[in-house]
């Protein structure tokens, strides 16, 4: 897991409800990646950040939201919109040869 | 379309042999290809990765070979051991650009 950390590692929401996953790093790297990962399917690209104050919608942005105020953070909301959040997170950093991902241990949404 | 695939049948090997896993791919041209692991529950880890120059590349038990030609590259663990069942994922660069396209990955169980 290195030295990214995402928390809670359980989350449960409720119908209509906006929840927030958290992602720290202090690898220093700049860009961070915002993944979901289904049973039986790869991880699909959420939101993406090249910078600070900057970020681009994946390929499956809708019913998410992102900010990135601080190099180390980039934390990602699960909004009411979202109307299958059931899922495994993962948070990722890139190295600086933009080559390698380096991933969190991951927080995993449950819907009650 | 564009498409990354891993045999998504679970793979089944004695301790002691040779476990091949493929990852083959349609309408890339991806500069280098990765390989990582992935533990139950928990985010993937880098193992390794190969350049499309490159035919082949070790890392001690662990060898990868990538066909461009082919589309196709290939995961070897020799002398396997029952701590290597976990599921592996194959993944690309889109292109040059900014985003890793992951495959679903393929589940390696070793029995001792």
């Known amino acids: 897991d290195g030295g990214i950390t995402q928390s809670p590692k359980y989350l449960f929401r409720k119908e209509g409800q906006n929840v927030t996953l958290s992602c720290e790093q202090n690898l220093n790297h700049d860009a961070m990646y915002w993944y979901r990962q289904d049973p039986g399917q790869g991880l699909r690209l959420i939101y993406y950040?090249?910078?600070?104050?900057?970020?681009q919608k994946g390929d499956i942005a809708e019913g998410y939201s992102v900010s990135r105020e601080k190099k180390e953070s980039f934390p990602l909301t699960v909004t009411s919109a979202q109307k299958n959040p059931t899922a495994f997170y993962l948070c990722?950093?890139?190295?600086?040869?933009?080559?390698?991902?380096?991933f969190g241990p991951g927080t995993r949404l449950l819907v009650l | 379309s564009q498409k990354i695939e891993q045999n998504s049948e679970a793979l089944n090997i004695q301790e002691g042999k040779t476990a091949t896993l493929t990852c083959n791919y349609t309408?890339?041209?991806?500069?280098?290809l990765q390989w990582y692991r992935q533990d139950p529950g928990r985010g993937p880890v880098f193992l390794l990765l190969?350049?499309?120059?490159?035919k082949e590349k070790r890392k001690e038990r662990l060898k990868v070979t990538f066909d461009t030609t082919l589309k196709q590259s290939l995961f070897h663990i020799t002398a396997s051991q029952p701590a290597d069942s976990a599921t592996y994922l194959c993944?690309?660069?889109?292109?040059?650009?900014?985003?890793?396209?992951f495959g679903a990955g393929t589940r390696l169980f070793v029995k001792a």
């Open positions: 190969i350049r499309e120059n490159e």
């Open positions: 309408n890339y041209s991806p500069a280098y």
């Open positions: 993944a690309l660069d889109e292109n040059g650009g900014f985003k890793t396209i």
């Open positions: 950040s090249q910078i600070v104050n900057d970020f």
């Open positions: 990722a950093t890139e190295g600086p040869l933009q080559e390698t991902q380096y």
